[in-house]
């Protein structure tokens, strides 16, 4: 962030011009910026979440839970609406100091609050209204220093955020290359230390971090200049390595995929080697999830089914497998090898998935989403049940169930690795199974129900059957994920098959991209890695409480700046922006009907610029 | 001699209203029939009670003299009837090839297995399900192939959309092809063009045709036959020239002559 310091002098236009604003404009975002802070304040963010330092003694994630609003909101309200074929004038002083103006507003609000906590008590109502607060917002030195510096800090911040249009694209690109990745670097502290201790390079991240975590301020500096100069020397690169990957055809697009394919392989296969039982862990969850993932992606991504029960599969593969090999289970201990049960298991899914499907999917839309909502819900409550006590245990679950043993290992919840080895395996195959089933007869007909229901039907796909059959290969997919959390676990209870299991896997799937593996991966990764599933953390653990609120928020978020997912599928995104693509190539006189191949590709390209645009 | 599609007195019902009601018909191999009428006429309804989007009340409707009343609308497509829709409806998400790849589904066989372990025979499948769609695609010309065949089927013209709908219905590998209103929306240069493709897909393709269509000329240029329908009720059949001076068909178009009321 200091680097965007040195560039504003350079900017003065006429003093009048300054002050002929948008002021109603300025007055919405400040607002809107200051009540934003508040909430956040009042959620209890900055407190609870300070315990998480970034960099050592200066930014700790309770700040940058605060800091990032003014940022994004001075950013916001000097944006240009940039029409096509229309001059917009160059951003200058004047969108500046509209940036500037909205951080001062914004200011109000953590100010009124501290004001507002040293003079009425509203504890009752408002958990987090008191001393802890007020002491976090004042930094610690009293009041007016707290008032002062929320002006300073917002101002400034609003200042910055708007400073993003003004400064080149070059300069803009190291500033994001470096606030991301100085970011990336501090949340990813326990890989890197895991890591590097794996390596035997303790020394270096001794070095980077401090011991009571958080970068350290002089490895801080450092990584700046590091990734500032790797952003310079990297300039158009990564984006020339992609589109020349896309560019391939035939043969050659199969060697590169194939090589990128086993880089990705060889990397799964021998970082965990080297990382600790934590974050082992961690990857165990992101696979397990990332199976289930896959499966809805089929089931919503592919066929168009909005499924809200999927979590019912997961389940029937948990309870399933813990039946056939625990020695507790209640009516029936068959003690099964782990192998045996998994044929056994995905044999039931497959039968749950008709017997749920075949009375759903003959409806439509929400009824269909609120129909399968109630399966899921019933299938826990089934297995919760004191009627079915004697079978499945009820609230108690069915314990003891065994780890897995391959014969030349044995995977077990104590060894987060082996699992994760095993979960990798069911990954793979689960990817295969989607990407062979994508580019055949039976994934273009789901794709053509997805698009239009009744026109599929009259062009000769028997619907219902190709709906009922996502619906038996997803729940597969789910099964198999439920049966390895037994294993690893070592028991099953109802409560780990909550509804919200199913609406997390539905938004990683909405947030990483429908229809799109490499989507699905993504948003796997970077939700149920970095914040955690249901029940199991994620690297910022201190997130914990306010995991929903952030999916929610992000969902929205997706929605309305994103709709095609972190990585769309190409096609999904022309669709989605489709009329600005449209109108842009109106007005510059491309004539779509004709020879213009290369108009095809500009929606992809704006999508890029507008998401590495965007400062926090 | 049997008919290859034959209609009798089919009536269709939505609540009280007649959407059709006493329809007489009869399309033969290798023929070109046109039905025309008002809006709000019945024609649409006519293909749906044919292709299974809804449900005839009475009446009966044979297809190489058996019934395919009640069947689902699969079953239709697969017994060898396809049709297009009025207000084009593709699936623009999908590539212009999947589009008309995705509708042999019903003379194909392969599933799951075939593609998880990429047999032969799903692999010859899948060669001869392109080698179709190509050809049902080259029908067009240049417009529908090359570049165009991975590019997202919403990106199409307007009068592409439409020929992509019928190339569609063409790869079913039907024996009857409904089109409905083939050429709305088009130039008069594209209108001709269809009009010769029209007959092309008789003489070139076997497909027997059903068309509903507004353009006199095109209904004047291709068809062997016209039914005219008003109110659900057949008003005249019969050559283009016999129904064109038909009073009662005019009288339909453009009303009765003022002295006549009272």
């Known amino acids: 962030m200091s680097t965007t310091m040195s560039a504003p002098s350079s900017t003065s236009s006429a003093a009048p011009a300054l002050l002929d604003q948008d002021w109603r404009r300025i007055g919405k975002w400040g607002g809107l910026c200051a009540v934003a802070i508040v909430l956040v304040s009042l959620i209890g963010m900055p407190v609870g979440l300070d315990r998480r330092t970034i960099i050592e003694g200066r930014l700790s994630l309770g700040y940058m839970a605060l800091i990032w609003i003014p940022l994004l909101f001075g950013y916001v ?35 009124l609050l501290i004001l507002g906590i040293d003079n009425f008590n509203l504890r009752k109502p408002l958990v987090n209204w008191g001393p ?30 708007s400073l993003m249009h003004v400064l080149p694209k070059d300069v803009r690109r190291v500033v994001s290359f470096v606030t991301y990745g100085l970011l990336s670097i501090s949340i990813l502290e326990a890989v890197i230390s895991d890591l590097s201790e794996g390596f035997g390079l303790e020394s270096l991240a001794d070095a980077m971090y ?12 450092i990584l700046v200049v590091v990734i500032g100069v790797f952003s310079i020397v990297t300039k158009g690169r990564l984006k020339g390595a992609t589109s020349r990957y896309q560019e391939l055809q035939g043969e050659e697009r199969k060697r590169a995929s194939i090589v990128l394919f086993s880089g990705v392989a060889g990397l799964c296969i021998v970082l965990p080697l080297f990382l600790g039982k934590i974050v082992n862990e961690l990857l165990a969850n992101v696979g397990l999830f990332l199976l289930l993932a896959l499966g809805l992606n089929i089931v919503v991504g592919l066929a168009g089914i909005l499924d809200l029960g999927y979590v019912a599969f997961f389940a029937v593969g948990g309870y399933t497998t813990a039946v056939l090999t625990s020695a507790e289970s209640p009516f029936f201990t068959p003690e099964l090898h782990f192998g045996f049960a998994l044929i056994i298991v995905v044999l039931m899914a497959g039968l749950t998935g008709l017997v749920i499907g075949a009375p759903v999917i003959r409806m439509r839309g929400d009824y269909l989403a609120i129909v ?81 229901e009744q026109v599929a039907e009259a062009m000769g796909i028997n619907t219902v059957n190709a709906k009922l059959m996502a619906f038996v290969v997803g729940a597969m997919m789910a099964a198999v994920s439920g049966a390895v959390l037994a294993a690893k676990v070592g028991s099953v209870f109802p409560n780990s098959f909550m509804i919200l299991v199913s609406i997390i896997i539905l938004v990683v799937v909405i947030v990483g991209g429908m229809g799109n593996i490499a ?47 972190l990585v769309p599928s190409a096609r999904r995104s022309q669709e989605l922006h489709q009329e600005e693509f449209l109108q842009d190539a109106w007005l510059k006189g491309v004539d779509l009907d004709r020879e213009e191949p290369e108009a095809v590709e500009q929606p992809g390209a704006a999508s890029g610029v507008e998401g590495e645009g965007a400062p926090a | 001699m049997s008919h290859l599609l034959e209609i009798q007195d089919l009536k269709v019902t939505f609540g009280g209203l007649d959407a059709l009601s006493g329809l007489n018909f009869h399309v033969d191999e290798g023929e070109i029939v046109s039905v025309i009428g008002p809006n709000g006429a019945g024609k649409t309804t006519f293909f749906n009670a044919i292709s299974g989007l809804v449900e005839a009340t009475e009446g009966e409707i044979l297809f190489e003299g058996e019934s395919v009343l009640g069947l689902e609308p699969h079953q239709v497509t697969s017994l060898g009837i396809a049709r297009t ?107 001709a063009e269809l009009t010769g493709l029209i007959g092309r897909l008789r003489s070139e393709w076997g497909f027997t045709i059903v068309m509903i269509e507004h353009d006199m000329r095109v209904v004047r240029d291709v068809s062997d036959r016209v039914v005219v329908l008003d109110h659900g009720v057949p008003i005249a059949q019969g050559s283009y020239d016999e129904v064109s001076t038909n009073p009662e068909v005019i009288e339909a178009y453009l009303g009765r002559p003022v002295e006549n009321r009272a």
């Not at chain 1, 297995?383 to 290992?409: C, E, H, R």
């Not at chain 2, 999947?98 to 392969?110: A, G, I, L, Y």
Request: aromatic share 10%; with cysteine; net charge positive.
């Open chain 1, 519 to 565: 989507g699905v991966l993504v948003g796997s990764f970077v939700l149920i890695g970095v914040l955690g599933g249901p029940r199991q953390p994620g690297l910022l653990q201190e997130f914990q409480s306010y995991k929903l609120l952030i999916y929610g928020a992000l969902l929205v978020f997706m929605m309305l700046q994103r709709p095609e997912g």
């Open chain 1, 210 to 221: 401090a011991k009571r975590g958080g970068l350290t301020v002089k490895s801080s500096i």
């Open chain 1, 77 to 111: 309200v000097s944006k240009r609406v940039v029409l096509e074929g229309v001059k917009t004038p160059d951003p200058g002083a004047r969108d500046v100091f509209a940036g500037l103006c909205a951080g001062v507003l914004s200011g109000l609000g953590p100010v």
């Open chain 2, 85 to 191: 829709f009025q207000n084009v409806r593709l699936f623009p998400n999908m590539t212009i090839l999947e589009n008309v790849m995705v509708s042999q589904h019903c003379r194909t066989r392969q599933l799951v297995f075939g593609a998880l372990m990429q047999t032969k025979a799903f692999k010859q499948e899948e060669r001869e399900i392109r080698e179709r769609a190509e050809a049902a695609l080259g029908f067009f010309g240049s417009r529908l192939v090359g570049y165009r065949l991975e590019q997202a089927a919403f990106m199409l013209s307007y009068a592409n959309r439409r020929r992509l709908e019928i190339a569609r219905a063409m790869a079913t590998q039907p024996r009857l092809i409904l089109l409905d209103e083939p050429v709305a929306g088009m130039n008069p240069m594209e209108t």
């Open chain 1, 132 to 161: 802890p607060l007020l002491e976090q917002l004042t930094f610690g030195r009293g009041i007016g220093f707290g008032v002062a510096a929320w002006f300073g800090i917002c101002a400034v911040l609003g200042l910055l955020g």
């Open chain 1, 372 to 452: 399968t909502l109630g399966f899921g819900e019933i299938i826990r409550l089934l297995f919760m049940s004191d009627w079915l006590k004697p079978y499945f245990g009820g609230a108690q679950g069915i314990t003891n169930v065994p780890p897995v043993d391959l014969g030349f290992a044995v995977v077990t919840g104590i060894d987060p690795r082996s699992v994760f080895y095993l979960v990798l395996v069911f990954c793979t195959l689960a990817i295969y199974v989607s990407w062979r089933l994508q580019a055949s007869r039976l994934g273009r007909a789901w794709m053509a129900i997805r698009e239009d």
